[in-house]
Each structure stands twice: as structure tokens, then as C-alpha cells.
């Protein structure tokens, strides 16, 4: 799942290099410390319509058949359309042809996810914040879909996305302990391919996998508040903030530990 994400200019020589993007539109989207899709914010995403360009388009899939505003606020209210299971992609009637036809690379610096653990003295399983990145902390893609619709009672063009989500890699599985599931992370060597729409449904199929573990890294953060992210909106909200419960199971390999503070 991933449902909340952070969008910053850090290093993008990767995507530059194998022909992503380019420097100068980097400069095209705003930046956030952390994003909640729920409130279907306007987010920087790639198109195989326009590729190298980035675009800004809600985050929150909407079909193309819906005919207005006020059908497609409704729409988002019956389903949660932030994610697409990488899966059922091709067999959903929801997503299969924006599957085929209209793929998309949304532009990420990090993500966050809570790894859920029963405590003792607690009914409920408290749960653990984590932010999410790579581990050369350069910016990369998500891989996604996506379709627009025209208001018919205004002329307005609405475009919107699904991250496509994946079953979870080793460090993920510790982290998103309740789902296993983690965001479709593209390879950059990979995401001209995955916008080209010469590319077979098998080798889009291929490509839809856990991320390598080896390229990721992972810290606990500061516990969030989902109701106050205005006032999160900073780079405080990414630092390491130490859970001594969690060290157990925490792999320094994989995780970003300040193992004195942990004691």
C-alpha cells in the first residue's frame, strides 16, 4: 500500500541518465515532506503521452466514462482508488485498459509506511512509522496508471493516478507487517519501457515485482498525526527517531539505526 508519500528535488542523476526526465523539469512541481493521498492532492507524474514531461495530475484514479465533478467526488467516496494491486492490473475492470494504454511514472523522493506490533499492557497492536527511501536518497518513480475525464457541464479536463502496489520485499515485510504489500518502485533503466506503449502485456507483467531490498533504506520516524500535516509539512517529519522496542527486529543492513540512542 502506500498512501502517503514525500516529493523533494533531491538527486535525480538517475533518472537524467537514462532519459526520465531532465533537470529543467524538476522545477515544474512543488515540493511536500509528506502528502496524504486521501485528501487527492495534485501531485508531479510522467505520461507515455508526454515522456520526459512532467505533468501534474489528483492522485485518486477516476474512470474516463464519468461525466462530471460532482459523479467523480462520488466516485471517490465509494472506492479507494490511491493504489492498483500489480496482481489483477490486467483481469481489473477498473484499471485493465489504463493497463495497457496509459501507464505513468510518479515522481517520489520517499514514502511512508507503519509496521504494526503488539505491545505489552495494550489491547491494540500499537503502530510504528517508518519513511521510506533509497538508499542513495536520489529521486525516483513509481510506477502507475492513469485516464482523464471532461466535465460535461464545464469543459474542465480532469487527469488522475493509481500506485500500482506490489507484494512486499524483505525490508518491506517487516515494515508494512500487516499487508506485505509495498508501492511498485521502476527501476530507472526500466521506465522508458514502462511508458513505451510498444511494450508487451508480459513485459509490463515483468516488471511489476518487489524492489530490490540492497537499493532501499529505512528509518522509524517521530509518530504522525494524519490530521495536522500542514504543520508536518517539514523535513523534521523524515528524521530518525528511536523506538528501543523495535531493535530486535530492526536488520542494521537495512534499517538507518542510531543504535546509541536505541539503549
Given at each position: ?7 523533494v ?24 515532506h ?32 464519468t461525466?462530471?465533478?460532482?459523479q467523480?467526488?462520488q466516485?471517490?467516496?465509494?472506492y ?5 494491486k ?7 475492470r ?24 503488539n ?9 510504528y ?14 510506477g ?22 506490489t507484494?512486499a520485499?524483505p ?9 506485505n ?10 521506465a522508458?519501457?514502462?511508458l ?14 518487489p ?29 530518525y ?12 543492513e537495512?534499517?538507518y ?7
Open positions: 500500500m502506500c498512501f502517503y508519500y514525500a516529493i528535488k533531491t538527486n535525480a542523476a538517475s533518472l537524467i541518465k537514462n532519459r526520465v526526465t531532465d533537470a529543467t523539469q524538476l522545477e515544474m512541481f512543488q515540493e511536500y509528506i502528502v496524504s493521498g486521501f485528501g487527492h492532492p495534485v501531485m508531479p507524474v510522467i505520461t507515455g503521452e508526454k515522456p520526459g514531461i512532467v505533468q501534474c495530475f489528483h492522485w485518486g484514479y477516476i474512470p474516463g466514462r461525466r462530471n465533478r460532482e467523480a467526488e466516485f471517490l467516496k465509494s479507494n482508488t490511491l493504489n492498483a500489480g496482481e489483477t492490473l490486467f483481469s481489473s477498473l484499471y485493465s485498459e489504463a493497463a495497457i494504454k496509459r501507464r505513468c511514472l510518479v515522481l517520489c523522493s520517499g514514502f511512508f509506511e507503519w509496521r504494526h506490533q505491545v505489552k499492557g495494550k489491547s491494540k497492536p500499537e503502530k512509522p517508518f519513511y521510506i527511501t533509497l538508499r542513495n536518497d536520489e529521486l525516483f518513480v513509481f502507475g496508471v492513469w485516464d482523464s475525464f471532461t466535465d460535461k457541464e464545464t469543459g474542465e479536463v480532469y487527469n488522475t493516478y493509481s500506485i500500482i502496489t507484494e520485499n525490508l518491506m515485510a517487516v515494515v508494512h507487517n500487516s499487508k504489500r509495498m508501492p511498485l518502485i521502476i527501476d530507472p533503466a526500466d522508458t519501457k514502462w513505451d506503449p510498444n511494450t508487451s502485456e508480459n513485459e509490463i507483467t515483468a516488471l511489476i515485482k524492489f530490490d531490498t540492497k537499493k532501499m533504506r529505512a528509518n522509524p520516524i517521530r509518530k504522525i498525526n494524519p490530521f495536522m500535516l500542514d504543520k508536518s509539512n517539514t523535513p523534521e517529519v523524515t528524521a527517531y528511536p523506538y528501543p522496542e523495535l531493535i530486535e527486529i530492526l536488520d542494521p537495512m534499517f539505526l542510531n543504535l546509541a540512542d536505541e539503549r
